[in-house]
């Protein structure tokens, strides 16, 4: 198994353009999830999915939107890049809720710079 | 979700036990413990979690206290590839989303 993906490893944006952030996981699991970590913090929530078709808003889902068409891909859309979404992206995936829970497994990461 | 709090650094002798303390003096009842790590650049990896019982796997142990308010995740034999930033986190297990709260973790730092 690759376990989550996630492309493009870096990348540099100039204000107001847009952009899409691909994962893509082959666990077959349906909780899939969207962190930001800006430097020297902690990862924060943007958009979580219970499975295809279904999405919510995390802590901080502004300026962002999120698809979960397949169980295996959930992107995430930057329509209006600013410089507050400079920041390295992870996506993560966990099985169903109430099976032996091994945690969230988490991709590479994107590295993201808005100029 | 519990509010954690940790130690933001620490140090360890490598090959020495490194003892990572956390307290969740609000934890729920229903909230497990789990404990993440972070090595330079990458994503978060699952370390090991729990609800009232000491668990141990093949990573660490977990020790929680007896009224839950506090835990202690146990690396038995650190070793240089060890150093990470180490978060704990209260998160319903039982819950719908497995949703998990990040805070600022404690830098560990294995010294040679």
């Known amino acids: 198994n690759a376990g989550v993906t996630q492309t493009p490893k870096f990348r540099i944006l100039k204000i107001g353009q847009s952009m899409t952030l691909q994962c893509a996981q082959d666990?077959?699991?349906?909780?899939m999830y969207w962190y930001r970590q800006d430097p020297g913090m902690g990862l924060k929530l943007i958009y979580y999915s219970v499975g295809a078709g279904i999405t919510d808003k995390g802590e901080v889902p502004n300026g962002y939107n999120v698809s979960r068409s397949t169980t295996e891909d959930f992107p995430l859309r930057l329509e209006l890049a600013a410089p507050s979404q400079t920041s390295v992206y992870f996506c993560?995936?966990?099985?169903?809720?109430?099976?032996?829970?091994?945690?969230?497994?988490f991709g590479p990461g994107t590295r993201l710079t808005v100029l | 979700d519990a509010k954690t709090t940790q130690p933001p650094s620490m140090d360890c002798a490598e090959g020495r036990a490194a003892n990572l303390p956390c307290n969740h003096s609000?934890?729920?009842?229903?909230?497990?413990v789990y404990w993440y790590r972070q090595i330079h650049s990458q994503g978060p990896q699952y370390i090991i979690h729990?609800?009232?019982n000491n668990e141990t796997n093949e990573m660490a142990s977990l020790i929680i206290t007896e009224d839950r308010k506090s835990s202690t995740l146990i690396l038995p034999h650190a070793t240089l590839r060890d150093t990470a930033v180490y978060y704990c986190i209260g998160a319903d297990y039982g819950g719908a989303t497995n949703k998990l709260i990040f805070g600022t973790g404690t830098l560990l730092a294995v010294q040679p």
């Open positions: 609000t934890i729920s009842g229903n909230e497990y």
């Open positions: 729990g609800l009232k």
């Open positions: 666990m077959n699991h349906n909780y």
């Open positions: 993560a995936s966990s099985p169903t809720t109430g099976t032996s829970n091994l945690g969230q497994f």
